[in-house]
T-cell receptor
Framework: NAGVTQTPKFQVLKTGQSMTLQCAQD?????MYWYRQDPGMGLRLIYY???????DKGEVPNGYNVSRLNKREFSLRLESAAPSQTSVYFC???????????FGDGTRLSIL | KNQVEQSPQSLIILEGKNCTLQ??????????LRWYKQDTGRGPVSLTI?????NTKSNGRYTATLDADTKQSSLHITASQLSDSASYIC????????????FGTGTRLKVLA
């Protein structure tokens, strides 16, 4: 029962470095999402993929890119990391927009 | 502006006691309201999801209510256990045709033995 798997769990980057956060789900869900969670704020949607082959911007997309590699995998890329992107990143999936989302356990990213 | 506000911010109760968490929202148009439980260091886990026509939904010892007229929801936890210590997050989905989810900042619950 893996559900949603995120890698890595922790990462420290220097300003300007790039990296890709990986996410895979084994529930055959159509929709996948990337969120960030910052202290004192609710989760905010970065990008989502309603179905395989489509991606759309969420509330806070600037500085990020995504790829829906196949139905299982949805990656998030930081091209040039900035300290403001220090956060906990969660990937989630669901059957469709009206169904509960299943979350991974997050990637804790620090940018120095 | 779409907003979800939760109260209290934090709560401490003794094991075995009941508690109620509140969620007020100003989200339009409304599609559904969700409650999630988030353990420290883990991702949120869905507890309940309610549409406009539903005014109560249970999941074991968790019971959520929804008053769409006053735009209020509550999550009642019965006979609390130590494992209920977590953050509880209220989320409102805006519009049935969109992927717009408004997250509250959560209520942090601590259950003491």
């Amino acid at each position: 029962n893996a559900g949603v798997t995120q890698t890595p769990k922790f990462q420290v980057l220097k300003t300007g470095q790039s990296m890709t956060l990986q996410c895979a789900q084994d529930m055959n869900h159509n929709s996948m999402y990337w969120y960030r969670q910052d202290p004192g704020m609710g989760l905010r949607l970065i990008y989502y993929s309603a179905s395989e082959g489509t991606t759309d911007k969420g509330e806070v997309p600037n500085g990020y890119n995504v790829s829906r590699l196949n139905k299982r995998e949805f990656s998030l890329r930081l091209e040039s990391a900035a300290p403001s992107q220090t956060s906990v990143y969660f990937c989630a999936s669901s059957d469709d927009r009206n169904q509960p989302q299943h979350f991974g356990d997050g990637t804790r990213l620090s940018i120095l | 502006k779409n907003q979800v506000e939760q109260s209290p911010q934090s709560l401490i109760i003794l094991e075995g006691k009941n508690c109620t968490l509140q969620c007020n929202y100003t989200v339009s148009p409304f599609s559904n309201l969700r409650w999630y439980k988030q353990d420290t260091g883990r991702g949120p886990v869905s507890l309940t999801i309610m549409t406009f026509s539903e005014n109560t939904k249970s999941n074991g010892r968790y019971t959520a209510t929804l008053d769409a007229d006053t735009k209020q929801s509550s999550l009642h936890i019965t006979a609390s256990q130590l494992s209920d210590s977590a953050s509880y997050i209220c989320v409102v989905s805006a519009g049935s045709g969109t992927y717009k989810y408004i997250f509250g900042t959560g209520t942090r619950l601590k259950v003491l033995a």
